[in-house]
């Protein structure tokens, strides 16, 4: 039985012995839905548009995808750091892990899109539970570096074991998701099916941080021995992070893999690609998941621009922007956005000497 109960500013919602809170002032609702509608209609805005100025409409959507995917890999890695204390340097290395396994799946045993999707992510998860360790006994110059090796240690098994992987061919004849026939039909559902992975990825994270367990995470991430003096177990933490973050990462994989139909891990291994996750996650603000969405759309249409104005040098031109933005907005996207009212993700905590 629902009961519904008033209160000042806010609904309470009693159901089956639990009560969800409704907060009824909007302006804690009203811009995250605006941002969500203004999402959801990026094709029809897009649309609009081409039948005014002359514009490749696909083009733009498959650079929205791209951006699509960067958010699947930038907000679990967000949330990584947040939770483990320690900046990951292999997040394309679990996409990888990701991609292949439904590629080889795909290929090799028939399977469907479908039944590679918990396939890539158990992999995923079950390869990074056995790295987790590292969380708890390397830090710093050390964790980058182990973590920095990985997608280079994948990348020569990919070259080694190329009529497993392919090498720079990659896998091909992977299933696609959507096959209608009809290009831009296709292309706006993939759209909307990596929209829909990310909004997934988002909710669930902004879920995290809000509860006790996002807290407890932050209070790590500020400082692990102050943590362990207040009683907290941080390898109960850690590990689980790691592990499953590290395994939704592997879906941004699995995506790729059926999106393209064919996956080339030395494509998604090299370096310029780790360097645009990072960016988009420290371009994004301190800990802001949703500046990560804005981050990945402004880098994404960036790195499309500067190839179609600067061709070979594009990369290049790429970067330093990049950098010019990292100067301009210390806080990133999100700390422009919320100004002086910017709330970080990451507590202080002062402790009293003496």
């Not at 056995?130 to 182990?146: D, E, K, N």
């Not at 988009?280 to 190839?307: D, H, M, N, Q």
């Not at 806080?331 to 956005?337: K, S």
Request: charged content about 15%; proline content about 5%.
């Amino acid at each position: 039985m629902v009961k519904l109960e008033a209160r000042r500013g806010r609904l309470i919602i009693h159901f089956r012995n639990r009560k969800y809170e409704w907060v009824l002032e909007p302006r804690y609702w009203r811009n995250p839905i605006i941002g969500l509608i203004i999402w959801l209609l990026i094709p029809l805005i897009i649309l609009v548009v081409g039948q005014i100025v002359p514009i490749s409409i696909l083009s733009i959507l498959s650079t929205l995808i791209f951006a699509n995917i960067l958010c699947m890999l930038a907000i679990p890695l967000t949330l990584q750091i947040i939770g483990t204390g320690r900046v990951n340097f292999g997040p394309h290395f679990f996409a990888a892990i990701g991609g292949y396994t439904s590629a080889l799946l795909s290929k090799n045993f028939g399977l469907s899109p479908l039944a590679t999707l918990p396939a890539s992510f158990a992999i995923g998860t079950i390869i990074a539970l056995g790295l987790s360790p590292i969380t708890i006994i390397s830090r710093g110059l050390y964790f980058v570096l182990i973590t920095l090796l990985l997608p280079f240690i994948l990348l020569e098994l990919a070259y080694w074991q190329s009529e497993i992987f392919g090498a720079e061919t990659g896998i091909p004849g992977v299933p696609t998701i959507f096959h209608s026939g009809n290009v831009f039909q296709d292309v706006t559902l993939y759209f909307y099916l990596s929209l829909s992975l990310a909004l997934i990825f988002l909710f669930v994270s902004d879920r995290v941080l809000r509860s006790r367990y996002g807290f407890i995470m932050g209070v790590i991430n500020e400082d692990e021995e102050v943590a362990e003096t207040y009683g907290i177990n941080t390898a109960k933490v850690k590990i689980p992070t790691f592990t499953l973050t590290s395994g939704a990462m592997a879906i941004a994989g699995w995506f790729i893999a059926h999106y393209y139909g064919s996956f080339a891990g030395p494509a998604w291994l090299q370096p310029s690609f780790l360097i645009i996750i990072l960016l988009t996650t420290t371009l994004g603000g301190k800990g802001a998941i949703y500046g990560v969405v804005i981050s990945a759309y402004v880098i994404a249409v960036l790195r499309e621009a500067t190839r179609v104005l600067f061709g070979e040098l594009s990369i290049v031109v790429l970067f330093l922007i990049l950098l010019v933005l990292l100067y301009l907005l210390p806080e990133g996207f999100w700390g422009l956005y919320r100004k002086k009212r910017y709330r970080e993700y990451f507590p202080s905590i002062k402790i009293r000497r003496g």
